[in-house]
């Protein structure tokens, strides 16, 4: 049943952040502060190191289960920062070898942030190319180093969400960080119920609180609909 507390490993995410002015940033600052109270979410701002120590690099990068690249949509890639980290350390012996990838059993997410229409990226759109198609570079290296690669989390024109819409960003952001599978209903609506335990005496948690408590009606609602069809099945 959906409302049992179901015991699982605890997922461990790093998110690896290339943004070259985060502080400016309506959209990183929002998904950085989404964070709180996720303990074995890690948060890495590549632009903030002048130097990668690959003894602590291939420490981080191995201790986590899900590695996320997070970043806007630059000239149709990631900042600069991303593709020096990558350089640096992600090389023979530390992310792949002759017998193949190094990080098999982990998991790769992008979460990719742009300024335009999502219409836009596809194929007739205004950018000619979908974003499937721009982000294929990461598919070759989740495949090259034996990562599982996550379908991109995207956020269009973050800066016109109304509050609705960034709560519930809020959420499918917290989802894809600590989710096993983050698209599959089953999986979102223990998360919902286990959010609402959680929250239902921290009046800190308002935002997160209002978006699970309208997400657990569709739930009873949807619970309550399949009630009627097996009865309707059993007459």
């Known amino acids: 049943m959906l409302d049992e507390k179901v015991k699982e490993p605890i997922m461990k995410t790093l998110v690896v952040v290339s943004h070259p002015k985060i502080e400016t940033s309506n959209t990183q600052q929002f998904l950085k502060e989404s964070l709180v109270g996720l303990d074995e979410v890690s948060w890495y701002h590549l632009d903030a ?34 593709k020096r980290w990558l350089d640096e350390v992600w090389t023979k012996q530390v992310v792949y070898d002759e017998n193949g990838g190094l990080l098999r059993g982990k998991t790769l997410g992008l979460v990719v942030s742009f300024s335009q229409p999502e219409r836009d990226y596809q194929l007739g759109g205004r950018e ?27 956020i269009s024109q973050f800066a016109y969400m109304s509050e609705a819409a960034q709560q519930a960003l809020l959420v499918r952001y917290q989802q894809y960080l600590t989710l096993d599978h983050p698209s599959r209903f089953n999986e979102r609506a223990q998360w919902f119920i286990n959010q609402l335990r959680t929250y239902r005496d921290d009046t800190t948690g308002d935002l997160v609180a209002d978006q699970l408590q309208d997400q657990q009606d569709n739930l009873e609602r949807f619970q309550q609909t399949l009630a009627e069809l097996k009865r309707g099945e059993a007459e």
């Open 49 to 82: 190191q002048k130097d990668f120590d690959s003894t602590v690099e291939r420490e981080r990068i191995m201790s986590a289960n899900r590695i996320v690249f997070q970043f806007p949509l630059y000239w149709y890639s990631a900042p600069a920062s991303l």
């Open 128 to 154: 000619q190319f979908s974003l499937s198609e721009l982000l294929t570079p990461y598919r070759a290296l989740a495949a090259k180093t034996g990562l599982s690669l996550l379908a991109p989390l995207t």
